[in-house]
């Protein structure tokens, strides 16, 4: 299918930084508009295959063991930026700085709790409230519900870090699995639907 340009249509044309660079003063100004798009990423088709092949291949490494996820996923990252398929700057804006700032302060207030004896002691009325309603699961309801207050306060991530030493603790002590008791936390710390403390999108009106 051909189209003829006629005068005063307008061509549309999407393309990557390096077309900005060697054409932006190229062409007569009067007749050509070049510039950059804000939050613009045009799709890169060619590095479709390098992505996927590295993208499994760092799972088939963990899955064959022989090596950790995060090391294999670290290092998939690295040849990605290597070979192109990510930009240094792409790289670093998918970092999201603002959840691991969360994180770490909780993580240093679950430690307090741990050292402090609060993290045990709270871990032992749960485990108490549990044993008390007389049912399987109610350790495990425990852990869910004190996740999912916390969770209306602070961030879901800081709550997750919080409860987690306490949650570990009760496992314990109720002789729980440990795994077990993660997807709980988990759970609960992304249940959190009533304040817009505990996610932002709360905020939002349907």
């Not at 992505?51 to 990252?77: E, K, P, R």
């Not at 969360?102 to 679950?110: E, F, N, S």
């Not at 109720?174 to 988990?186: E, G, K, N, R």
């Amino acid at each position: 299918m051909s189209c003829l340009l006629q005068a005063g249509d307008v061509l549309l044309l999407e393309a990557e930084k390096a077309f900005l660079s060697a054409n932006k003063n190229r062409y007569d100004t009067g007749f050509t508009l070049i510039a950059e798009v804000e939050d613009s990423s045009p799709q890169r088709f060619r590095m479709l295959i390098p992505a996927v092949v590295l993208t499994v291949g760092a799972y088939i490494c963990d899955i064959l063991n022989l090596a950790s996820l995060f090391g294999t996923a670290m290092a998939a990252a690295i040849l990605m930026v290597a070979c192109s398929v990510l930009s240094e700057s792409e790289a670093r804006s998918a970092i999201q700085w603002q959840i691991y700032l969360t994180i770490a302060p909780a993580c240093g207030v679950g430690q307090t709790l741990i050292s402090s004896g609060v993290a045990s002691a709270i871990a032992s009325f749960l485990v108490k409230v549990g044993t008390a309603m007389g049912i399987g699961c109610a350790r495990f309801g425990a852990v869910y519900l004190a996740t999912v207050l916390t969770s209306q306060v602070v961030a879901n991530n800081a709550a997750a870090a919080l409860i987690f030493p306490i949650a570990m603790d009760a496992a314990d002590r109720a002789d729980i699995d440990h795994l077990l008791m993660a997807f709980a936390i988990m759970l609960a710390a992304s249940a959190a639907f009533l304040t817009p403390f505990g996610y932002q999108t709360n905020l939002s009106k349907s």
